[in-house]
Nanobody, 128 residues
């Protein structure tokens, strides 16, 4: 089974940028639909972005559309989340997730329960 390790989270000022990385081992990112979720203190886990198996389709939460970008690096077996114009409300622990297969992925991608594997998370803090 694949293991996922996130990195790149840190304290950043509002309007700043960060790139989160998700390193996969025990499997190739091409074999999975990948996603980023986040969880702020006292809140539930929230969908951020996803990229499908071949990397040709991406979806974003409305709150991050136009500011965040998800991509796959098949050479290095990694997934990235490029975050720009960060806001204090983006503060959360960010999690990488992998999905083997789900028939209704293209309508259910924002549902955390369909994903098979999760990383431990990386903290992103945006100061105002």
């Amino acid at each position: 089974q694949v293991q996922l390790v996130e990195s790149g989270g840190e304290l950043v000022q509002a309007e700043g940028s960060l790139r989160l990385s998700c390193t996969a081992s025990g499997g190739t990112v091409s074999s999975y639909a990948m996603a980023w979720f986040r969880q702020a203190p006292g809140k539930g886990r929230e969908f951020v972005a996803t990229i499908n198996w071949n990397g040709g389709t991406t979806y974003y939460a409305a709150s991050v559309e136009g500011r965040f970008s998800i991509s796959k690096d098949k050479t290095n077996n990694m997934v990235y989340l490029e975050m720009n114009s960060l806001k204090p409300e983006d503060t959360a622990v960010y999690y990488c997730a992998a999905l083997i297969w789900y028939e209704n992925y293209y309508s259910a991608y924002a549902n955390s329960e369909i994903y098979n594997y999760w990383g431990q998370g990386t903290q992103v803090t945006v100061s105002s």
